[in-house]
T-cell receptor, first 113, second 111 residues
């Protein structure tokens, strides 16, 4: 059974700081990995999707890496802004769960002005 | 076209009542998923529909939960005889190929 762990559970940083969110998964036979953002009371917004054959994806100030063999992914946020404050969720597709996404519990990020 | 939509956005009900939650997927998406997010917990898979195949109901927590989907369109998640532990945000997602797109969710509160 696939399990996804995210560290840290919560993070508070001053505006402008670069930061890294971590995600690990137990079964490396995944199809892809997605990072989502969730704002309070809102649904999920997909940030980056990394296929199993890829090692990283970039979108603006966000960069996600994937090391499938070690079961790890990181989300790097450059020059953080207060608007980045949200919960960031990592989810893997596959790895014993076939077509279902298995989610971590998320990292609650607060960027202080 | 538009993204995944869900209704209602909020639902407050009394323990023991039945509720129906609706999901409209992105047009053309053959796959549809329901997930549940309880307070302080990660998202839990509930049920998966793919085209006209039999749905995967392995994530439904009890026989009080059921879901239907007509073809490749709207889906309804029904919870009978609601309990307080059913309080959660219920999220629907649809997929065309290799990425799932989520709706805004329905926040269910059982008093």
């Amino acid at each position: 059974k696939q399990e996804v762990t995210q560290i840290p559970a919560a993070l508070s940083v001053p505006e402008g700081e670069n930061l890294v969110l971590n995600c690990s998964f137990t079964d490396s036979a995944i199809y892809n990995l997605q990072w989502f953002r969730q704002d309070p009371g809102k649904g999920l917004t997909s940030l980056l999707l990394i296929q199993s054959s890829q090692r990283e994806q970039t979108s603006g100030r966000l960069n996600a890496s994937l090391d499938k063999s070690s079961g790890r992914s990181t989300l790097y946020i450059a020059a953080s802004q207060p608007g980045d404050s949200a919960t960031y969720l990592c989810a893997v597709w596959g790895g014993g769960s076939n077509y279902k996404l298995t989610f971590g519990k998320g990292t609650l990020l607060t960027v202080n002005p | 076209g538009a993204g995944v939509s869900q209704s209602p956005s909020n639902k407050v009900t009394e323990k023991g009542k039945d509720v129906e939650l609706r999901c409209d997927p992105i047009s053309g998406h053959t796959a549809l998923y329901w997930y549940r997010q309880r307070l302080g917990q990660g998202l839990e898979f509930l049920i998966y529909f793919q085209g006209n195949s039999a749905p995967d109901k392995s994530g439904l927590p009890s026989d009080r939960f059921s879901a239907e989907r007509t073809g490749e369109s709207v889906s309804t998640l029904t919870i009978q005889r609601t309990q307080q532990e059913d309080s959660a945000v219920y999220l629907c997602a649809s997929s065309g190929f290799n990425e799932q797109f989520f709706g805004p969710g329905t926040r269910l509160t059982v008093l």
